[in-house]
């Protein structure tokens, strides 16, 4: 093989593989009709990991007859027990929310947020997250979240359902994609549940050294959770850090 | 007032103005369903000219329960006994195309087409045209586009619904609009009646100086539509041109 065949399969690979590691998770849908949908949207941009929390009907027909000819996409959707299940892998989890939330996750427009996204995916799944139809996200699921992203809308009328969201928010991606090639990116990201076992260990461990009254908590963890979400960490400053909690809880004798 | 009034008052008037000069028109659309689905796709971008060239079902009571909160943008719909009808007084119209057509006129992405059609609108009415959802538009409604427009989708699977693309397009004119303020653009454009009846006068004036013959036309007109279009031609331009036809029949002895 030459350097040429190297370098064009190379390009040939990238363009538009990063759009295999997004996986478009739907938290507790309420109508089936809107998976199907969904996966439709999905597929005409070249997405194909879906995966779903706690659906409340899945599979079901109102989801094969919305979905037209992506009923592949459906076939090979994952169903999850838990949202943590549908994150696992993945380096990068970000919420679409269509408000501001009180506590401020770093929060960006869909087109600023869609080249990182895909940067990311070019090396390791991420993960982009929808609510229910009614209510969106939960404060519990925009925890999990290292980034919210909004799509503008008509401030008079910001009705998108849930198959629109996903079609703007595909669109983008795959428009960026077209560039994205796979680039070493120093230091491989650390895992979603290495981050949560990190964040465990962080908060058991200021329980023992008696800075977190279990009693009153306050919202001191989600406030650590959205520092180390900005910072997006590396597999190895998971292990420095938990090396340095281990350590600490040893200093105090029972 | 002051200059910095004027200033702040026209950069709020042109924030967004432009989408109230975007008519989204939809050609023979077969299902009620998805002309209330293109409503509320309109709606959350602040879109809201809706005409609707002969469709099968209209008003319809599948049309409101789709449109959801968006039926304001379905009472105010025009219906259409033609697409010359709902082209009248616009200055630039785009037709929307799943693929290249052997006639080629100007075809440009969506991302790629959007300023010039945002910046047409911030003075005056625009067209996109969106054909039927099995069949797209005719090649007899291709020939009343200036331009042709394309969404990029998965090669495979290209299969976006008809609320889907208008979801996408207005999308993106929203997020070229929010920069958008009328600019003096020199000259006044020709609207569409304006240039369709200078194409009738040429044709006219074409058999009568003996360069077309009516029996065997071939696709002279076409491929002089198609220049005239690419052109943009001004009311100015118009004017004159009609007179060097009027000038060149006047020649002609009968």
Same mark, same amino acid.
């Given at each position: 093989?030459?350097?040429?065949?190297?370098?064009? /399969?190379? !390009?040939?690979?990238?363009?538009? *593989?990063?759009?295999?590691?997004?996986?478009?998770?739907?938290?507790?849908?309420?109508?089936? /009709?809107? #998976?199907?949908?969904?996966?439709?949207?999905?597929?005409?941009?070249?997405?194909?990991?879906?995966?779903?929390?706690?659906?409340?009907?899945?599979?079901? %027909? *109102?989801?094969?007859?919305?979905?037209? /000819?992506?009923?592949?996409?459906?076939?090979? %959707? @994952?169903?999850?027990?838990?949202?943590?299940?549908?994150?696992?892998?993945?380096?990068?989890?970000?919420?679409?929310?269509? @408000?501001? @939330?009180?506590?401020?996750?770093?929060?960006?427009?869909?087109?600023?947020?869609?080249?990182?996204?895909?940067?990311?995916?070019?090396?390791?799944?991420?993960?982009? #997250?929808?609510?229910?139809?009614?209510?969106?996200?939960?404060?519990?699921?925009?925890?999990?979240?290292?980034?919210?992203?909004?799509?503008?809308?008509?401030?008079?009328?910001?009705?998108?359902?849930?198959?629109? %969201?996903?079609?703007? *928010?595909?669109?983008?991606?795959?428009?960026?994609?077209?560039?994205?090639?796979?680039?070493?990116?120093?230091?491989?990201? *650390?895992?979603?549940?290495?981050?949560?076992?990190?964040?465990?260990?962080?908060?058991?461990?200021? #329980?023992? #050294?008696?800075?977190?009254?279990?009693?009153?908590?306050?919202?001191?963890?989600?406030?650590?959770?959205?520092?180390?979400? @900005?910072?997006?960490?590396?597999?190895?400053?998971?292990?420095?850090?938990?090396? !340095?909690?281990?350590?600490?809880?040893?200093?105090?004798?029972?």
């Amino acid at each position: 093989m030459t350097v040429n065949e190297q370098d064009s /399969g190379a !390009i040939l690979h990238g363009k538009h *593989a990063a759009l295999e590691n997004v996986r478009v998770v739907l938290s507790h849908t309420s109508h089936p /009709g809107n #998976i199907g949908a969904v996966a439709r949207a999905m597929k005409t941009m070249g997405l194909s990991q879906l995966y779903l929390v706690n659906p409340r009907r899945f599979p079901d %027909a *109102a989801a094969d007859a919305m979905a037209s /000819g992506a009923t592949d996409v459906l076939a090979g %959707a @994952r169903v999850c027990d838990s949202l943590d299940e549908a994150l696992q892998g993945t380096v990068l989890a970000v919420g679409l929310t269509a @408000r501001r @939330r009180d506590l401020s996750h770093p929060m960006l427009s869909l087109r600023e947020a869609a080249p990182q996204i895909v940067a990311k995916a070019a090396n390791a799944p991420v993960a982009l #997250i929808f609510g229910t139809e009614m209510s969106g996200l939960s404060n519990a699921e925009l925890e999990k979240c290292q980034q919210l992203m909004t799509i503008p809308v008509n401030p008079e009328y910001g009705s998108l359902n849930l198959a629109a %969201a996903v079609q703007v *928010a595909a669109y983008e991606l795959r428009l960026c994609s077209v560039d994205a090639v796979p680039v070493p990116d120093g230091f491989p990201l *650390a895992a979603f549940e290495e981050v949560d076992q990190f964040y465990a260990h962080l908060e058991q461990t200021l #329980i023992r #050294i008696g800075f977190l009254d279990p009693k009153h908590p306050k919202r001191l963890m989600t406030r650590l959770r959205r520092l180390f979400a @900005r910072a997006g960490l590396e597999k190895e400053e998971v292990n420095i850090l938990r090396g !340095i909690l281990k350590a600490a809880g040893q200093q105090i004798v029972d």
